[in-house]
């Protein structure tokens, strides 16, 4: 699966357990930091006390030449084999007076540790555990003497080890609880979210009624798809109205047009002996006046179609047929024109549509290729099955198109210049009306040309079983 | 023939009315649906021309009325919706024929006589007009006595004209009885098999059997 890394999500949570274990990760190692300086530092504090015990208690009993009275005397008083201690009493020029022997347990060879060169606590490392010495200088009666009080720190070390396993094992437990329950949380707060973006790409201007869930959360999310389906409430309203107002103006214009076209025809009928000069202004006063009914009804047409209702019959039909049959009763019209017109079909192909519907938008498209290919020229109208998809392909020698007047092609009352010129008839409305009734059918529409080599049109509607 | 027209628009009703009167029908005409059914009822009209907005009763419920007083009257619709839906729907409702404004005339001639021909239209097999001799059996013209070629289209749409001799078809209604109304408006293609007609019929010295009226449609007269 991939990662978005954009996702809310993923930066919520990746950003939330970051600090979380940033956060634990510093804790740890102050805790850790504060903990082995306070266990050294109760070490040293205990080791002074003591230097300051034995020179103040036993040394000042004693005299350099009574070595041996005050080595039995420290050995009473400290027992250090038996308590792991360390103790040693040298001169200035590093001539052991007195040292304790080695350990019960033999965890450390006092002989082995290194004598101190000045006063001051220090570490030393003895095979794996270690020695905390303290050093201090003393009297013993005229000569001054150093005192080194050691102990072994393993006791220390294992409190700090257990500190630091827990927080190895502690800290990733951390990490991980952390971006799981964030992971949870960030899902369960971001679900409504998805389930809004699931129901919005529904909504298009066929399913206007469609409203987005509200979640009853409470929270933001709530408002938000509350404020969005007002919004949708706002739009299906403006699209209804002017859905509203074209079928309203196409059927308010159809009237007066009803009453003109029937007063003109009622001249011509009644008055037989008008000048011929008067019926062919009158006749052509007529043509316009279909001319104005063919837009408005191929305008109410569009705007029904893209209100979704182009397919009023969905019926699983054979494209190839429709298109053959259709080629065989426009025929005529290329071989008028002496164009050659070939229909090519590898069986059949089956789609689920509004057959006459569907014939529409075939007649359109040929009927543009029979306008704009001159003379002579050639047709050939393919019907395809590719991969999933019913392609119908209109390839003619035509005039063509300019490149930049492409993006236009299916605009409204749009035609290309070249095309006005010819006073060709029709109203720039058979594109856009082609379009629509092949998006009805979950199709597409493209349009390939050359100027002054040839058009290709490819309709691609989706196959059925 | 006594022919109840119901539409709220005067002045097309006034003109219908009219033009109507000049074909010979009796014409009692109605403004809103109330009046209109209440003559519907009195009267023994031949056919009822009703139009669906209307104030007050609306179209819809003066046909739907009428209908289940049983009257078998034919009902033609004259509508500014087109919706295909709302063809079908007034077909079922009992409606007999349905035209959508704005409507030639003529149209609305040979639909309102092809309702009143009640019994099966009287149609010989064999229609000669002038030079011309068309055999709806056996599929065949004939002009001055020598045989054209005709493919189907062009026969249907000769005949077609034939059968409503000196009557101008619109270019709407001869594509929806030879073609289908997919063709409406996108293609010239009447025109088209007009013209081939016509070359086929003067090739054999019927040079002017049929006439374009401009503006309205084609027109097959026995070329005196």
Sequence with gaps: MMINTRSIRFRLI?????????????????????????????????????????????????????????????????????????????????????????????????????????????????????????????????????????????????????????????????????????????????????????????????????????????????????????MIDRLAEAYHQASRFSVDASHELRTPLAIIR?????????????????????????????????????????????????????????????????????????????????????????????SARLKQLFIALLDNAVKYTPEHGSIIVTVNAEASLAVLKIEDTGIGMAAEDMPRIFERFWRADKARSRRSDGAGLGLPIARSICQAHGGTIDVQSVEGKGTICYVRIPLTA | MRVLLVEDEEKLCQIISHGLKAEGFAVDTANDGAKGFELAMSYPYEVIVLDLMLPGVSGSNVLKTIRQKNKSVPILILTARDGTADKVSHMEAGADDYLTKPFAFSELLVRLRALLRRAPQQREDIISIGGLEIDRFA?????????????????????????????????????????????????????????QIRNKLSDRGLASMISTVRGVGYVLNDGT
């Design chain 1, 262 to 354: 029937a007063e003109l025809e009622s001249l011509l009928r009644q008055w037989e002996d008008l000048p011929a000069n008067l019926v062919k202004r009158i006749g052509s006063v007529l043509e316009e006046t279909e001319r104005i009914s063919f837009i408005t009804e191929s305008l109410f047409a569009l705007s029904r179609l893209e209100a979704g209702e182009a397919k009023i019959r969905n019926e699983r039909l054979d494209l190839a047929t429709l298109v053959t049959a259709t080629v065989d009763q426009m025929r005529l019209l290329t071989e008028d024109k002496n164009i050659a017109l070939s229909v090519r079909s590898g069986g059949p192909v089956f789609v689920q549509g509004d």
């Design chain 2, 139 to 195: 599929r065949t013209v004939k002009c001055m006595g020598q045989c054209v070629d005709m493919s189907a289209k062009e026969f249907a749409l000769l005949v077609y004209l034939a059968q409503n001799k000196g009557r101008v078809l619109s270019r709407t209604m001869i594509i929806e009885h030879v073609w289908d109304q997919s063709f409406d408006g996108f293609t010239n293609i009447v025109d088209v098999y007009i013209r």
């Design chain 1, 14 to 230: 990746a950003w939330y357990s970051g600090l979380i274990i940033v956060v634990a990760v510093t804790f740890g190692v102050l805790t850790y930091r504060d903990i082995a300086g306070h266990l050294l530092n109760s070490s040293e504090v205990a080791l002074t006390r003591r230097i300051e015990g034995l020179s103040r208690e036993i040394l000042v009993q004693y005299s350099a030449d009574d070595i041996g009275a005050l080595s039995r005397a420290i050995d009473n008083a400290y027992s250090p084999e038996a308590t792991d201690r360390f103790i040693r009493i040298s001169d200035g020029e590093g001539k052991v007076i007195y040292l304790s022997s080695p350990p019960s347990d033999l965890i450390f060879e006092p002989e082995r540790v290194p004598i101190a060169q000045a006063p001051g606590t220090r570490w030393e490392p003895l095979n794996g555990n270690g020695l905390y010495i303290v050093t201090a200088d003393a009297r013993l009666g005229d000569r001054p003497v150093r005192i080194e009080m050691g102990t072994p720190i393993t006791e220390t070390n294992l409190a700090l080890s257990d500190l630091q396993r827990s927080l190895f094992i502690g800290l990733p437990l951390v990490a991980f609880i952390v971006t799981a329950g964030g992971y949870v949380l960030v899902a369960r707060s971001l679900k409504p979210v998805e389930q809004l973006s699931a129901t919005a790409q529904e909504i298009t201007f066929k399913q206007l009624d469609t409203r987005l869930p509200v979640i009853e959360t409470g929270d933001e999310i709530e408002h938000l798809s509350v404020r969005l389906n007002k």
